[in-house]
C-alpha cells in the first residue's frame, strides 16, 4: 500500500493538504488522523472540511466527541476522541451519528476506536519536525479496494 510522505511549513500549508485530500473522497469516507497534540490535525480538518463546503468555524470539539457541518452536499463529521477510553464501555451508538451514508468523517485520536473504524478510507500520520514544521503522511487501508478472500 502507497504511503505519502508530504512535509509543510506553516498552518496554511497543512489547510491547503486537507483541501487536496477532501478531493478525494466520498461520501460515506472516514479519515482517520494520528498525531501527538499541536501537530495540526484540527488545522488539517479545518482545510478539508472548507473545501467540502463547510463555511462554518472549525473548531475542536471540547463538550461532545464531535461536531456535524451541514453543507448542501454532504454533512462533515469532525471527531476527537482523545478523551474516550476505548468504546467497550461507551455505547457503540456514539459513532453512529457521525458516520455512514451522507457523511464524510475525520477522526483524531482514533485507536480509541479502533474496532469500529476499521473501514476507514485513509490514514494520516503527523509529527513536529522543529518550529512550524510538519511529517505528513497519507496512507490508503489496506482494506478498502482489495478484493473480498475467496
Ligand atoms: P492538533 O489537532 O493535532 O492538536 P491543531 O491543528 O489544533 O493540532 O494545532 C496545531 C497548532 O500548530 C496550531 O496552533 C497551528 O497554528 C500551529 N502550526 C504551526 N505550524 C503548523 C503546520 N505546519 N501545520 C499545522 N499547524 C501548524
Ligand atoms: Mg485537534
Redesign the pocket.
Known amino acids: 500500500m502507497a504511503v505519502h510522505v508530504v512535509e ?4 496554511v ?3 491547503t493538504l486537507g483541501a487536496e485530500l477532501a478531493a478525494g473522497l466520498r461520501d460515506g469516507d472516514v479519515v482517520l ?1 494520528r ?12 482545510g478539508a472540511a472548507r473545501a467540502l463546503g463547510v463555511t462554518d468555524p472549525v473548531t ?1 470539539p471540547s463538550f461532545a466527541i464531535g461536531h456535524r457541518y451541514r453543507t448542501p452536499h454532504v454533512t462533515v463529521s469532525h471527531l ?1 476522541l482523545y478523551r474516550l477510553a476505548g468504546l467497550e464501555r461507551e455505547d457503540p451508538a456514539l459513532l453512529a451519528d457521525y458516520l455512514g451514508p451522507g457523511r464524510i468523517a475525520f477522526i ?1 485520536w482514533p485507536s480509541r476506536a479502533d474496532r469500529e473504524l476499521e473501514g476507514a478510507r485513509l490514514r494520516v500520520t ?1 509529527s513536529h519536525r522543529g ?4 511529517r505528513i503522511e497519507l496512507g490508503g487501508c489496506p482494506e478498502v479496494g482489495e478484493a473480498p478472500p475467496r
Open positions: 509543510t511549513s506553516d498552518p500549508g497543512t489547510e488522523i498525531g501527538e497534540l499541536g501537530s495540526g490535525k484540527t488545522t488539517l480538518v479545518r475542536s476527537d483524531e503527523m518550529g512550524d514544521r510538519r
